[in-house]
């Protein structure tokens, strides 16, 4: 009983913990400058200044930064989720040679520090004329999504019985028939948690953006976030409403995947079984 | 002799995997060898010069901030990372409790990861702001005079170290709380009959259960605690007196500010090869505490 309690109670001061920092950028948001500059501790606004959210949007391009970056993470977020699942297939279903010194080599690079490539990738898409454009961050999307979501769904894959590719070969269902019949409709967990990885990962990216992309209507909003620490140093309140912009679609997207998402994580394959 | 049946399917599962291995080749084997070579070269974007092991030379021996953003990191990751680990582990355990309203304790441990880098480094950059943040706000009510969290030299590696323990209800902690599910509760049953406390339980089945998953978090965290770049970037961009300048912060300089880009592989090799080092280290360690299921020891 004692430890049921004292449970309770770790996690309710952990949880006020950590969403103080998180309803105080909402609170501040929501601020009048004046009320802000009289009590910037206060959780609760007296009075809700909706117009920092209209200040915020047309101050700068911030339209355009939103439209930016819903264009490159929804294309990032379906092509790693479809070439992912394509190689995932591949390394849990079929038998060729070298299958597992590649798969280890993937799962290799997801110890690389990116900073080992990202020169000379700077310099191959410079070569193609491809800065200041929208092709550095997204053709790379293509190539299987990252090894961490190749993983995850080479794992989920392993779990689903083999006899339901069979039983379909046996009725004359090609390869990418049963990829795309049995194989995602029963990966759903795994699917949505790898949704949620890269559109989170496309959606917060930041150093690429910062590197590729230089003319202001080509940011992405973490880019463009920036230039309103910039030009509202001081009007916090402006700044706090556009991360909020920044921060609901991340915040919605997990609640509607909420479900699934703990289901789609798999570590058999870390267990060393 | 393989059958035709074999030769077919191994054709098909390589084609599946080849887009993974055509961006392997043309995104990180290709890249990892170019940057090798530029890090042997004077290169500027207009000119290119062989310079053989200069760049290596001059950041060893004439370069002082080098060292300290080797510093400022080793010091950042030797708190952040064994405090992320722990403290997500710890999150994680308390959310595997049967307990009511899971789900929500779940979001709100996991919100803070859910706040993009940029996002998050501008609103602790107003958390740690000492006239007026929240953070000596609340430290003011016990007693605590206020601190230049981002201003004092002293105070920004804790601050950072700090702001990164907001995270670790996110990833990580999911990773642990997968583990944790994945233990089967007859193991428990099996403890309790022969008389095992909590605490006994923890050791003998939490925690060797539990080892694969805590080593792929600290080989992880390690890595990730090397590139911390973005908050730096934001909230200090390097100071106070190069207080924060963190490794990845320094290259990136070097790479797209002064484009001096034989210099920056080379920082970029000498991160690589310190953080091959240190995951070969724990991989020999692992052998000590890591327990694998069916595995003879």
Request: hydrophobic share 55%; aromatic share 16%.
């Amino acid at each position: 009983m004692i430890g049921r309690i004292a449970v309770y109670m770790l996690l309710i001061l952990g949880a006020v913990l950590f969403s103080v920092p998180f309803f105080w950028l909402v609170s501040t948001a929501l601020k009048s400058s004046q009320e802000y500059a009289a009590d910037p501790g206060a959780l609760i606004p007296k009075s809700l200044a909706w117009d920092n959210f209209g200040k915020a949007w047309t101050a700068l391009p911030f339209p355009r930064f939103v439209a930016n970056t819903v264009f490159v993470t929804l294309i990032c977020t379906v092509a790693q989720v479809v070439t992912g699942s394509l190689v995932a297939y591949g390394f849990s279903r079929f038998e060729f040679r070298s299958r597992n010194a590649l798969f280890y080599t993937m799962l290799a690079t997801m110890m690389l520090p990116g900073q080992v490539t990202m020169i000379p990738v700077f310099l191959i898409w410079r070569q193609l004329g491809a800065i200041d454009t929208f092709f550095p961050l997204i053709i790379p999307a293509f190539f299987g999504g990252g090894a961490f979501n190749i993983f995850l769904l080479r794992q989920f894959f392993l779990g689903i019985p083999r006899e339901l590719d069979e039983a379909a070969m046996m009725s004359g269902a090609s390869y990418l028939t049963i990829w795309w019949h049995i194989l995602l409709p029963l990966s759903r967990p795994a699917i949505a948690t790898v949704a949620v990885f890269s559109f989170l990962g496309n959606w917060d990216a930041f150093e690429g953006p910062l590197i590729y992309l230089n003319s202001p209507e080509k940011y992405t909003v973490a880019v463009g976030l920036r230039m309103f620490q910039d030009s509202f140093g001081t009007n916090f309140e402006q700044v706090m409403a556009a991360s909020l912009v920044h921060i609901l679609p991340a915040v919605i997207l997990f609640f509607c995947a909420q479900r699934y998402f703990l289901k789609g994580i798999n570590l058999s394959g870390l267990g060393g079984r | 002799m393989a059958s035709r049946l074999a030769r077919h399917q191994a054709r098909w599962g390589f084609a599946f995997i080849l887009p993974w291995l055509l961006g392997f080749l043309i995104f990180t084997a290709g890249p990892m060898l170019a940057s090798l070579y530029l890090s042997f070269t004077k290169y500027d974007l207009h000119s290119s010069q062989w310079v053989g092991t200069e760049n290596y030379r001059r950041l060893f021996q004439e370069d002082p901030l080098f060292w300290k953003a080797l510093d400022n990191t080793v010091r950042y990751a030797v708190f952040s990372v064994p405090l992320g680990v722990i403290g997500s582990l710890a999150i994680a355990i308390l959310l595997n409790q049967n307990v009511r309203g899971q789900r929500l304790f779940r979001t709100l441990f996991y919100l803070p990861s859910l706040v993009p880098a940029v996002a998050s480094a501008l609103l602790w950059q107003w958390i740690f702001n000492a006239d007026n943040g929240i953070l000596n706000t609340a430290l003011g009510v016990i007693g605590i005079a206020p601190i230049e969290w981002l201003q004092n030299e002293q105070w920004t590696l804790p601050a950072f170290v700090l702001m990164s323990l907001w995270g670790v209800g996110g990833g990580r902690m999911v990773i642990f709380l997968a583990g944790l599910q994945g233990i089967p509760d007859s193991y428990y049953e099996a403890a309790r009959i022969d008389g095992a406390s909590p605490w006994i339980q923890f050791r003998r089945v939490t925690l060797p259960m539990l080892s694969p998953v805590m080593f792929f978090n600290v080989i992880l965290g390690v890595i990730g605690s090397f590139q911390i770049f973005t908050s730096s970037y934001i909230m200090t961009g390097g100071g106070p007196n190069n207080a924060s300048l963190f490794y990845a912060l320094y290259l990136f300089r070097n790479a797209f500010e002064y484009f001096k880009l034989g210099k920056a592989s080379a920082l970029a090799w000498v991160l690589f090869l310190i953080l091959l080092v240190l995951t070969f280290i724990q991989f020999r360690m692992s052998k000590r505490w890591v327990y694998y299921e069916g595995a003879t020891s």
